[in-house]
């Protein structure tokens, strides 16, 4: 059943040639951008699309981990992302919040999906 809102910690690596973006508890759930803006769309795309196919195959959402349990090294950061579903009729709503640790980056918008 799908919840009102998840809450995932998204693993950034920052390397020369872009930052790449894994969710340590969705397993195949990857992306990347050339910089922080674009990796952090990415991964709310990527959140989207992940949790999307994991309900459709009527699979169950893992709990996502807590963030002191996330393992990082000096090149990475642990960037939380926030996805709400609304229902309106047969249309689902996704509203999405990124929000950064350490640096306080945070992000919003609203997606309508029909």
């Not at 894994?22 to 910089?35: K, Q, S």
């Not at 090149?75 to 579903?85: D, E, F, K, P, T």
Request: hydrophobic share 45%; net charge negative.
């Amino acid at each position: 059943m799908l919840k009102n809102y998840y809450i995932f910690p998204a693993l950034f690596t920052y390397d020369a040639d872009g930052i790449t973006v894994e969710f340590p508890n969705l397993p195949g759930a990857i992306t990347a951008g050339d910089t922080e803006e674009e990796a952090l769309l990415m991964a709310k795309e990527c959140l989207e699309l992940h949790l999307y196919g994991i309900e459709e195959d009527k699979e169950v959402i893992p709990n996502p981990s807590h963030i002191i349990e996330i393992n990082h090294t000096k090149n990475q950061a642990i960037v939380l992302i926030g996805l709400a579903s609304f229902f309106c009729g047969k249309r689902i709503i996704w509203a999405y919040t990124l929000i950064k640790s350490e640096r306080c980056v945070i992000f919003s918008n609203a997606i309508l999906l029909s």
